[in-house]
């Protein structure tokens, strides 16, 4: 079997700021595996969060040439390589790769018959209220907005200015782990008053236990402190929702088999992305007629999306055409 690895950086329209930092640019690795006849591509984002670099993925990609050179199909992959962004890569080009060579489509593969067009929400970057309120303003038409905040007494007055300029739509706040347990209750005040539909990762991964003590009157969601099924069901008295990511479970097979967990513990699903093309983006949408919220908005970040691409009507998300993936 052939296999190339690739690293790709893209440039982003504006930085794109949350609590740990700020990038100007989405820096991907992308893997092709073929036979001569039939290739599949997928992508992944390294994440520093989760120990992650290029370097290191690409180092994990390398080790596991010689397998991919026995033809290790999806299902022994699981057990060959750990959760993570590298997983990721591979176990998307193998489905891919397997679309194409069977000539059936991927959601066919994985048991669905049709993916609908969805809303994808929108990410409105860390910043000064006063920015953000702006940029909600310049965003006010989508109808899904994903707010990130950074901790502190300013993020009561950054939900204020967003909400007061995007009066319409539907607020996701995402904490991204800045908050500590002595803000739970004036920022669940805030976002009460604003109308938010949905916090996300409000605390810390691990130090998490004080959710599980207080009343939620908003539907929580976890997101670093999920990644596949390992450990699922400890979140069940934390969390209402989790956030599935294929670059935290390693590729669709295995965020697949956590989608169906999550749901059978009465887990509402949120189908996210780090910020990559639309190759990182198009296996997730197989995942979407589950979710109750959806944000697959990396394109969207990026000042030019690799050709072709998905499409993209405002913020509603068509499924991936085969030229792309699947």
């Not at 669905?112 to 929108?122: D, S």
């Not at 599980?212 to 990644?227: L, M």
Request: charge should be negative; charged fraction near 20%.
């Amino acid at each position: 079997m052939q296999f190339e690895i690739a690293v790709e950086a893209f440039a982003l329209k504006v930085p794109f700021v949350i609590s740990r930092g700020a990038r100007t640019h989405a820096h991907v690795v992308r893997v092709k595996i073929g036979d001569g006849t039939h290739f599949g591509q997928g992508e992944c984002v390294p994440y520093p969060r989760y120990g992650e670099s290029v370097e290191s993925v690409t180092a994990a990609l390398e080790a596991i040439r010689p397998l991919i050179a026995s033809r290790i199909d999806r299902a022994g992959l699981q057990s060959q390589m750990p959760a993570g962004a590298a997983r990721n890569a591979i176990d998307c080009a193998l489905w891919d790769y397997d679309s194409k060579r069977l000539g059936i489509a991927a959601m066919e593969l994985a048991g669905l018959h049709r993916i609908a067009p969805c809303v994808t929400a929108f990410t409105l970057s860390l910043g000064a209220p006063e920015a953000m309120g702006q940029a909600a303003a310049q965003a006010c038409e989508r109808p899904v907005l994903k707010v990130k905040l950074g901790g502190g007494p300013e993020d009561v007055a950054r939900i204020m200015a967003v909400r007061a300029n995007a009066p319409d739509a539907v607020l996701l706040i995402d904490a991204n782990e800045s908050w500590q347990e002595a803000d739970l209750a004036r920022n669940f005040a805030a976002c009460e008053a604003a109308g938010v539909a949905l916090i996300e990762q409000p605390l810390p991964a691990g130090q998490d236990s004080a959710l599980a003590r207080i009343a939620r009157p908003i539907p929580v969601c976890a997101d670093e402190s999920v990644h596949d099924r390992n450990g699922l069901a400890r979140l069940k008295d934390r969390y209402d929702c989790i956030n599935i990511k294929l670059d935290k479970t390693g590729g669709l097979t295995e965020a697949l088999a956590l989608a169906q967990a999550a749901t059978k513990l009465d887990f509402g699903l949120f189908i996210g992305c780090m910020v990559g093309t639309s190759l990182g983006m198009a296996p997730a949408m197989l995942l979407t007629p589950q979710a109750r919220f959806v944000d697959l908005d990396g394109p969207l970040l990026l000042a030019k999306d690799r050709d072709p691409g998905l499409h993209f009507e405002g913020s509603i998300i068509h499924p991936p055409q085969a030229a792309l993936w699947g």
